[in-house]
């Protein structure tokens, strides 16, 4: 069986994970997205921490047992944590992958290396959020998760929660920052390459 990363896993780059909030209120609710599901509960699975065992709303797989859920941020955070919580043992997803700060998703960004990769459990109870690696989740503008079952169809989630650090620094300063500095112009952020390992 692969070791689940905890906060009291003993492993070095998973260490201060426990150091973490609640991100809901960081998140921009309204521009949730997500892709492939059969009814629109995205934006009813993603609650605080404290209503993470309710099954009153779920997500659906439609095509095929995979989604991509699209989580964009208020202000600039650090990712200590995923939370995906199944509805049930029949329908619960096994594998995830995370991407960070990716514009115009679609499925083809599965081809391409992800962040981080999780084997998931059923965690019907939310206890077991999925500890990320610190470095890899230190500057998160929006979370891109692709979600799917190598064994169930469909598949169906009933929370998505997510644990970090605040920054403080809201998405609208650094444009501005951006837009007063002539040289950051010659970049372009669509064509940054992120450090990404699968």
């Known amino acids: 069986m692969q070791h689940q990363h905890g906060p009291n896993c003993g492993c070095a780059e998973y260490m201060f994970n426990e150091d973490a909030d609640d991100l809901y ?3 921009e609710i309204d ?7 059969t009814a629109q509960n995205i ?6 921490e404290i209503d993470k065992t309710k099954k009153d709303h779920y997500v659906q797989s439609d095509l095929d047992s995979e ?16 939370n995906i919580v199944s509805l049930n043992e029949g329908s619960a997803p096994n594998l ?12 083809g960004l599965i081809e391409t290396p992800c962040v981080e990769q999780f084997i998931l459990s059923p965690n019907l ?5 999925n500890a990320v690696k610190i470095s890899k989740f230190e ?3 929006n979370l891109i998760l692709y979600i799917k079952s190598t064994i169930n169809d469909p598949i169906r989630i009933s929370y998505i929660g997510l644990k970090g650090i ?30 990404s390992v699968c």
């Open 96 to 107: 995830m992958k995370a991407y960070i700060n990716i514009s115009n998703v679609d499925f």
């Open 31 to 37: 521009k949730v997205d997500c892709l492939n599901e």
């Open 125 to 129: 109870d939310g206890l077991f959020g």
């Open 139 to 141: 500057n998160v503008n």
């Open 166 to 195: 605040r920054t403080f620094q809201s998405k609208q300063l650094a444009n501005t920052i951006y837009e007063l500095n002539p040289l950051a112009k010659q970049v372009d952020p669509d064509k940054v390459v992120f450090d």
């Open 43 to 48: 934006k009813q699975i993603i609650r605080p």
């Open 25 to 27: 209120g960081q998140i």
């Open 67 to 82: 989604i991509i859920v699209i989580i964009p941020f208020n202000e600039t955070v650090r990712i200590r944590q995923i």
